[in-house]
């Protein structure tokens, strides 16, 4: 069973600081990671996709993918109030199958 | 920017009824897919389909549900006989070449009574 696996949180960031999301999965032979985001009651916002180790920036969003450690993480420079929501991470593998795996999200609260 | 847009927003359904939701993927796309949020819980797969037939389906997706793509724009997702545990948030979504990624639709909370 593939499993993707995020800390529920909340993580509480003050506004101005960067919040560092983390995430881990089970399949080694994931090639695609994303970050979605989540208001309450909506549906999920891609971010960032990555699909190579390393990080990779946009905007204020830094992916950085350790597929060696199984590993994802998310930084957020700058938080904004706007930026508390659910993130969750995802994992894709285009050759076996083609579902998107999601964790259970990890709840960023930006204190104002 | 191009979106996938679902209707209606909300359902509300009487145990045991059929249901249909609606879905226009993005023009150009050619996988489409249905996930589902029970609330509180994690978006789950349910099913992709590509070239007009089921390419994988969940374990969650049984003879109960089925898909359609009934003309070049629609992608329907429907409930024969819907249960109480159907009530969730169901999310259509669609994805062009390999390793682009799958972008949502709004979402329909479907709400079994």
């Known amino acids: 069973q593939k499993e993707v696996e995020q800390n529920s949180g909340p993580l509480s960031v003050p506004e101005g600081a960067i919040a560092s999301l983390n995430c881990t999965y089970s399949?080694?032979?994931?090639?695609?990671f994303f970050w979605y985001r989540q208001y309450s009651g909506k549906s999920p916002e891609l971010i960032m996709s990555?699909?190579?180790?390393g990080d990779k920036e946009d905007g204020r969003f830094t992916a950085q993918l350790n597929k060696a450690s199984q590993y994802v993480s998310l930084l957020i420079r700058d938080s904004q109030p706007s930026d508390s929501a659910t993130y969750l991470c995802?994992?894709?593998?285009?050759?076996?199958?083609?579902?998107?795996?999601f964790g259970k999200g990890t709840r960023l609260h930006i204190l104002p | 920017e191009p979106e996938v847009t679902q209707t209606p927003s909300h359902q509300v359904t009487q145990m045991g009824q059929e249901v249909i939701l609606r879905c226009v993927p993005i023009s150009n796309h050619l996988y489409f897919y249905w996930y589902r949020q029970i609330l509180g819980q994690k978006v789950e797969f349910l099913v992709s389909f590509y070239n007009n037939e089921i390419s994988e389906k969940s374990e969650i997706f049984d003879d109960q549900f089925s898909v359609e793509r009934p003309d070049g724009s629609n992608f329907t997702l429907k409930i024969r006989s819907t249960k109480l545990e159907d009530s969730a948030m169901y999310f259509c979504?669609?994805?062009?070449?390999?390793?682009?990624?799958?972008?949502f639709g709004d979402g329909t909370r479907l709400s079994i009574l």
């Open positions: 399949d080694r032979v994931s090639q695609s």
């Open positions: 990555i699909y190579s180790n």
């Open positions: 995802a994992t894709h593998d285009m050759n076996r199958d083609d579902k998107i795996i």
């Open positions: 979504a669609s994805r062009g070449q390999v390793l682009q990624p799958q972008h």
